[in-house]
Nanobody
């Protein structure tokens, strides 16, 4: 069965950095676009970043994190990463990784993604 397991969350002060990882198993990883979403308490789950399966790994980011977060993937390790810099209290949320098996354009809507991890908590203190 498909499993996505996030790690790397924690408590950090505003302005600090964290790197999240998501290890995938049970799927042919290189055939999936991979994304990060987050859900703050009381809010809906929202798109954060996505990296394509195509050569070159096109990336897209939510406006709220553009310039602060980067996403990358290591197909040899079946893992994606989210490097989060200059963190702000409003980045506090549970962060989820997800996979998208489509062959078309890279998507950023949560209901387009096939599989989800359990999430990892990120808390940014002011």
């Amino acid at each position: 069965q498909v499993q996505l397991v996030e790690s790397g969350g924690g408590l950090v002060q505003a302005g600090g950095s964290l790197r999240l990882s998501c290890a995938a198993s049970g799927l042919v990883f290189s055939r999936y676009h991979m994304g990060w979403f987050r859900q703050a308490l009381g809010n809906e789950r929202e798109f954060v970043a996505v990296i394509s399966k195509w050569t070159g790994g096109d990336t897209y980011f939510a406006d709220s994190v553009k310039g602060r977060f980067t996403i990358s993937r290591d197909n040899a390790k079946n893992t994606i990463y989210l490097q989060m810099n200059t963190l702000k209290p409003e980045d506090t949320a549970v962060y989820y990784c997800a996979s998208d098996s489509s062959d078309g354009v890279v998507r950023r809507t949560r209901n387009e993604f096939d599989y989800w991890g359990q999430g990892t908590q990120v808390t940014v203190s002011s």
